[in-house]
């Protein structure tokens, strides 16, 4: 009975998979009651035939009151299918073979546990589970197996025959094979019944080899060895964005090292400290972004200030873990666009020798971690195809055709084992706090801490200039390949301070393909920050074409030789060089709408939960801005040939699919595809897009169903921050909300009495106001008349009496 009710349930559970219909097709019931079942027939002549004892009308029914929407493959003759279509309409899924096979497979592994002492007869059971067990000196069997079915059927609407309810001794011999427990004879032949549908299904797909069968894959499934082919466009998986999966969590040993040092701190004074410093549920974080602190600018928890002991422990609890989810959604985009050779180098490509020096400003070290992350999973991965690789070619590799093929080999700065080219280098991490550097040094090793970040020395330009002796200097100064600065911009108030902090990090990085990564807060002004740093790295360092050279300032010499700009460009999020088209005006007067941003999930630690008391979830969405850029480097051009591709280009019938451009060719055509900067909008038969376009404009592309089968199925699976490449039936300009500017005031006019027009909101009464505007003009105009006439009077007077 077990078995049978695990079936049944697995039966109703592809019953509500994804149908293979379309949903226009009109699904009709031929009768609103329940049918009365009949008796299905012992053997079946044929693949085609139909049973000979019973009519078809009967045979269908009781296929469907078996099987319910769903039907396997082969089991009804062309004839008896369209007497099922005209009577239930087409069937919801068609079960494959393979299906019929689990369902087997399971049945017989449930049998096995079955006790030997119930083997050999049908076990009846009242309503309640209890079983109903046979005395000596009853009637026959048939007789005891009818009454008992008719006490079982008392609290049924309906009664069934007598005759339904008798089971022979050749039925019971053959459900004893089963080992199958029913609660009455009905259910017994009923199970019977599934069993030899599957049997006869299985049978009839074996007779015919050869037929292609519709096997329906799902894209998303867990790695079980076995070649999955995955219905995702090669370009659209290219340009996916986020972490997968989507929930980002912290590593075992950074949350066993966080729970270590917490473990002496009382949580009742944990979570009044977190409360008094970042406010109720945490509104005020550095993280936090929703309704309560979208207007809040402040960055609480400084890492480059000093921090009490009970602070630091707040950060770690509170802080920490959305910093680590940042970093680690940014920096997994960095890797998407430059590759696994800029995480890790290649010894076969001069220009890529990995990221060696990494420095961390304004997390505290989550960034490290993060990065680390990266680096192990990428030197993992590398050591797995090598080893793949090795194993299947002996001989020594050769140069690799593409530079991200997974034939090279490590370069002098790895080593063989997995992991060992993490600390090959020692990040830098920037803390002011003396308390939360000692915490951190327990989960960053072979790491070192400076109390602030370096100024600016020295010119780093790749070429210096013509004539001008440079500075000799007796240290060299340390470059970085790699600055991760989350929330040091919105701290500053001033441009100027923003303006020199941006400048001061370029001077940082490694002329020859250093990357800045520039994080703040998902809100309008954290965007702004981001924006205006982009904007100012693009006027004063990033050469483009028509913009070659630095704009001259004031206490430049007019006939002097103009100042180069270096090489470099815009990895992420943008793939533009033009001016942002959110921040085409400048910082808004008020609060803007539309701004750029990401979204990214992390899963709080049972600590943070107890800190702001979450019981329903255990995940926390934030937004985020940022932007990546690189220095010395051109990422847009590339020394292989620009192309274009299309849909057709790809062999997506094998798994992985074929291209025929190397993964240098796609990186660089990756850079002139679009970016949904919003959440997309699907509808029932068309996906609506914002997009950020090459051409430096917002712009709202529609993708019908009518478009394309590949690009609509694309379509209904893109997510916010995913570069599109499959094109748009429509596209049209989007209106933006970038935040207004205050109106001019109107000078008063004291004749008339009118009153400048201050700025604000909406009146609560503006005809009133009108009136009294109004009225106050007319008693105006009313005394400057009088008092006319009473100096055309007063004049009229004197020359009366003069005369």
């Known amino acids: 009975m077990l078995v049978a009710r695990r079936s049944l349930r697995l039966t109703r559970v592809l019953t509500r998979q994804k149908p293979i219909v379309p949903k226009s097709i009109a699904f009709r019931t031929f009768t609103t009651t329940t049918p009365a079942t009949n008796d299905l027939p012992n053997q079946y002549a044929n693949v085609r035939g139909r049973p000979t004892e019973q009519p078809i009308e009967s045979y269908v029914r009781t296929v469907r009151d078996t099987w319910g929407d769903n039907l396997p493959e082969g089991l009804l003759s062309e004839e008896e299918f369209q007497v099922y279509q005209r009577y239930y309409g087409a069937p919801v899924r068609m079960l494959t073979p393979e299906e019929i096979e689990q369902e087997l497979e399971f049945m017989e592994a449930m049998n096995k546990d079955v006790e030997e002492d119930e083997q ?7 309503i309640d589970g209890v079983e109903i067990v046979q005395e000596e000196g009853e009637e026959s069997e048939e007789a005891s197996l009818a009454d008992l079915e008719e006490t079982l059927d008392m609290s049924r609407e309906t009664q069934e025959s007598e005759a339904d309810a008798e089971i022979s001794a050749e ?125 809040i600018n402040k960055i609480p928890l400084d890492t480059s200030h000093g921090m009490s002991d009970m602070e630091s422990n707040v950060f770690l609890a509170t802080v920490l873990p959305g910093y680590y989810a940042q970093s680690l ?75 991200d093929s997974t034939a090279s080999g490590p370069n002098e700065h790895e080593s063989t084992e997995a992991g060992e080219f993490v600390h090959s280098s020692r990040p830098v991490v920037v803390i002011g706090s003396d308390r939360l550097r000692f915490r ?135 793939t533009n060089h033009e001016e942002c088209p959110m921040f085409v005006s400048g910082p808004g007067k008020s609060l803007r709408r539309d701004y750029c941003s990401f979204l990214q999930r992390y899963e709080r630690p049972t600590y943070l939960q107890r800190i702001i008391g ?92 009518s478009y394309g089968k590949v690009a609509f199925r694309d379509a209904r699976k893109v997510k916010w921050g995913d570069l599109w490449a499959l094109g748009a039936k429509t596209k049209i300009l989007r209106n933006l909300s970038l935040g207004h500017k205050q109106p001019r005031t109107v000078a008063k006019n004291d004749e008339l009495g009118e009153e400048p027009v201050k700025p604000g909101g909406k009146k609560k ?36 009496e003069e005369n």
């Open 614 to 705: 979450a019981t329903r979830r255990n995940h926390e969405d934030f937004t985020y801005s940022y932007v990546a850029v690189r220095r010395g480097i051109d990422v847009t051009r590339s020394h292989e040939a620009q192309i274009n591709p299309k849909t057709d280009d790809f062999d997506t019938t094998v798994s992985p699919p074929k291209s025929p451009y190397s993964m240098q060719q796609l990186r660089t055509h990756a850079f002139s595809l679009p970016r949904n900067v919003f959440p997309p909008m699907k509808r029932d038969k068309h996906v609506i897009m914002d997009m950020c376009t090459p051409a430096g404009k917002i712009e709202r592309w529609t993708v019908p169903k």
């Open 329 to 403: 959604s940014a920096l997994k985009e960095l890797r998407r666009r430059l590759g696994r050779d800029w995480v890790l180098g290649n010894q076969y490509d001069e220009g890529e020798t990995g990221v060696k020096h990494v420095l961390d400003v304004g997390t505290g070290g989550a960034g490290i971690l993060a990065w680390r992350a990266v680096v192990e999973a990428e030197q993992a991965l590398r050591d797995e195809e090598a080893a793949e690789l090795t194993a299947a070619e002996p001989a020594e590799p050769t140069e690799p055709t593409e530079p």
């Open 171 to 295: 039925e019971l011999q053959e459900i004893q094979e089963g080992k199958v427990r029913a609660r009455s004879a009905k259910e017994a032949r009923l199970y019977e019944q599934l069993g030899r549908d599957i049997e006869r299904s299985l049978r009839l797909a074996q007779e015919s080899a050869g037929e292609e069968l519709y096997v329906e894959e799902e894209e998303e499934v867990e790695d079980s060895g076995e070649t999955v082919h995955i219905r995702t466009h090669p370009l659209t998986q290219f340009g996916r964005f986020g972490t997968f999966p989507a929930t980002v969590r912290l590593p075992e040993t950074v949350l066993g090292t966080t729970r270590a040092l917490l473990s002496d701190v009382n949580n009742k004074h944990l979570g009044e400290a977190a409360e008094k410093i970042l406010g109720p549920r945490l509104e005020e974080s550095p993280i936090m972004t929703g309704k309560y602190g979208r207007n």
């Open 120 to 126: 050999g007869a049908v076990t009846l059971e009242d």
């Open 440 to 574: 951190m040094s327990k989960m960053l090793e072979n790491t070192t801490f400076i109390p602030r970040l370096p100024q600016v020395h020295a010119d780093t330009s790749l070429k210096p200039e013509h004539g001008v002796e440079q500075p000799v200097l007796k240290q060299p100064r340390k470059l970085y390949d790699l600055i991760i600065a989350t929330n040091t911009l919105l701290s500053l108030h001033e441009d100027h301070t923003r303006r020199y902090h941006v400048q001061n990090l370029w001077s940082l990085l490694n002329p020859n393909g250093g990357v800045l990564l520039l994080i703040e807060k998902g809100n309008a002004r954290g965007f702004e920050a981001i924006a205006g740093a982009r904007q100012n790295l693009l006027n004063n360092n990033i050469s483009r074409p028509g913009a070659e050279f630095v704009p001259p300032t004031e206490a430049d010499d007019i006939n002097g030789p103009r100042k180069p700009k270096e090489i470099g460009s815009i990895v992420a999020p943008c």
């Open 765 to 800: 009464n503006p005809g009133k106001n009108q009136r009294e505007r109004r009225k106050a003009q007319q008693e105006a105009r009313r005394t400057a008349q009088l008092d006319r006439e009473d100096a055309v009077r007063m004049v009229a007077e004197g020359l009366n």
